[in-house]
């Protein structure tokens, strides 16, 4: 089992920029490949980014791609999302997910099923 716990979620301007962190705890967090994810009021929880166990393999989706910046602290069980040239549409709540990899596969999924274990969330605003 592993806990996630998001943090950095706040209200912006347009323009602006945020850095979330998702705090692990409970397995090797070198262990787990992991994801970040949002959902917008009505809508589906959708793909942010991703990045493998080594951080050698990452993706985006491509409405956040050149703003948004994945990256791991496997030594801090840390995952972080930096997202600059925020946009109103970016407005959701934003989910750190885990999944289990073995070493040998050095990739992550970009699909919601793809995951096990999943944060509370954390809520980030983009005025216009």
């Known amino acids: 089992q592993v806990q996630l716990v998001e943090s950095g979620g706040g209200l912006v301007q347009a323009g602006g920029s945020l850095r979330l962190s998702c705090a692990a705890s409970?397995?090797?967090?070198?262990?787990?490949?992991v994801g970040w994810f949002r959902q917008a009021p009505g809508k589906e929880r959708e793909f942010v980014s991703a990045?493998?166990?080594?951080?050698?393999?990452?993706y985006y989706a491509d409405s956040v791609k050149g703003r948004f910046t994945i990256s791991r602290d496997n030594a801090k069980s840390s995952a972080y999302l930096q997202m600059n040239s925020l946009k109103p549409e970016d407005t959701a709540v934003y989910y750190c997910?885990?999944?289990?990899?073995?070493?040998?596969?050095?990739?992550?999924?970009?699909?919601?099923?793809?995951?096990?274990?999943w944060g509370q969330g954390t809520q980030v605003t983009v005025s216009s």
């Open positions: 997910a885990a999944r289990t990899v073995p070493r040998v596969r050095d990739t992550a999924p970009t699909g919601v099923s793809g995951y096990e274990y």
């Open positions: 409970g397995r090797t967090f070198s262990s787990f490949a």
């Open positions: 990045i493998s166990w080594s951080g050698g393999s990452i």
